[in-house]
Nanobody, 123 residues
């Protein structure tokens, strides 16, 4: 069973940066697109960014375009989310997930999820 483990969350001031990592177990990581989602308190989980299996295509929510960058290293079974110019509204638990099929933007198209990592941005 593939497992995803996120790390890199923490407390940062507005305008600061964080890099999240998600390491996948198993040998099939390079075959799948990957995504990052987030869930703020009292809100539904929302799409943040995604990347194709090769890394050749990336997708972003409008709210993070130009500030966040998703990337992957298939040799290390790892997907990253570089977050710059952080805002208090970016505060959430961030989840990485493996895309199984369909649109990269739809939560239901992801079949394996990590446990999440907390990102808190202070004003």
């Amino acid at each position: 069973q593939v497992q995803l483990v996120e790390s890199g969350g923490g407390l940062v001031q507005a305008g600061g940066s964080l890099r999240l990592s998600c390491v996948a177990s198993g040998r099939t990581f390079s075959l799948y697109g990957m995504g990052w989602f987030r869930q703020a308190p009292g809100k539904e989980r929302e799409f943040v960014a995604a990347i194709s299996w090769s890394g050749g295509n990336t997708y972003y929510a409008d709210s993070v375009k130009g500030r966040f960058t998703i990337s992957r290293d298939n040799a290390k079974n790892t997907v990253y989310l570089q977050m710059n110019s952080l805002k208090p509204e970016d505060t959430a638990v961030y989840y990485c997930a493996r895309r199984s099929s369909g649109s990269y933007y739809g939560e239901r198209n992801y079949d394996i999820w990590g446990q999440g990592t907390q990102v808190t941005v202070s004003s």
